[in-house]
C-alpha cells in the first residue's frame, strides 16, 4: 500500500466528528504543506512527503500500542493526535517553515543534490511545533482536552519546556509519545 492510500484508510476510522475532521483535514491538504512537506530539514525523513509518511507511521504504530495496552482509549483521539501532531512543521499557510537547499554549482556538476536538502523559514514567527500545530487546529476543529495534552507535549521529557507535564501525563499522551519515539528511532531507521 502507498503512504497515501495508508493514510486516506487511517482517516476513515474518525466517525464521531467525521464532518469537522473533514473540514479541518481539507484546510491542512489543500491550504498548507501538509502533503510534501519534509519531516525534518537533515534527520528522518527529510524529503518531499517525509512529514506525511511519519504521520502515517505515527498513527500505525499508535494504533497498535492502543491496541496492545488500552483498547479503551478512543481511535478517533489516536488517529486525530497522530495524524496531526508535528502539523506544526508545515508553517504557515503560504510560508512553509522547511525550504529546500539549491545544490552547489558543483554538486550540480556532479549530479548531487545539496548536503543538507532543507532550511528553516526565517521568517515565521516563533512558536514550537506542537505550539503551532494547536494554533493551527484549535480554531477549526473541537479537540479534547486528553488530545490538546497529547499534541502540546507529544515530544514528553525529550524537551525542556514540557517539565510541568511530568507525572500529569494521560494515557493518550503516552501513547503519542511512545509511537513517535518508535517512529523515529526505529520505524524510520532501517
Ligand atoms: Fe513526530
Not at 476543529?141 to 507535549?153: D, K, R, S
Request: net charge negative; charged share 25%; proline share 6%.
Amino acid at each position: 500500500m502507498t503512504v497515501k492510500e495508508r493514510y486516506e484508510k487511517l482517516k476513515e476510522l474518525v466517525t464521531e466528528r467525521k464532518a469537522e475532521f473533514a473540514e479541518l483535514m481539507s484546510f491542512v491538504e489543500n491550504e498548507t504543506e501538509y502533503l510534501t512537506a519534509p519531516a525534518s530539514t537533515r534527520f528522518h525523513l527529510s524529503r518531499e512527503g517525509g512529514l506525511l509518511e511519519h504521520s502515517v507511521n505515527v498513527c500505525e504504530n499508535m494504533l497498535r500500542l492502543r491496541a496492545a495496552l488500552a483498547p479503551e482509549i478512543s481511535e478517533e483521539s489516536c488517529v486525530i493526535t497522530a495524524l496531526l501532531h508535528d502539523l506544526g512543521k508545515v508553517g504557515m499557510p503560504g510560508r512553509p517553515m522547511y525550504i529546500p537547499n539549491q545544490p552547489t554549482a558543483k554538486q550540480k556538476q556532479y549530479g548531487y543534490g545539496p548536503s543538507v536538502p532543507y532550511h528553516t523559514n526565517e521568517k515565521l514567527t516563533y512558536l514550537s511545533v506542537p505550539i503551532r500545530g494547536l494554533y493551527l487546529i484549535a480554531s477549526r476543529f473541537p479537540l479534547t482536552e486528553e488530545e490538546t495534552q497529547a499534541i502540546v507535549y507529544h515530544d514528553g521529557q525529550y524537551v525542556d519546556d514540557n517539565k510541568s507535564v511530568a507525572t500529569r501525563e494521560c494515557p493518550l499522551l503516552f501513547l503519542l509519545q511512545y509511537a513517535d519515539s518508535w517512529s523515529c528511532f526505529v520505524t524510520e531507521r532501517k
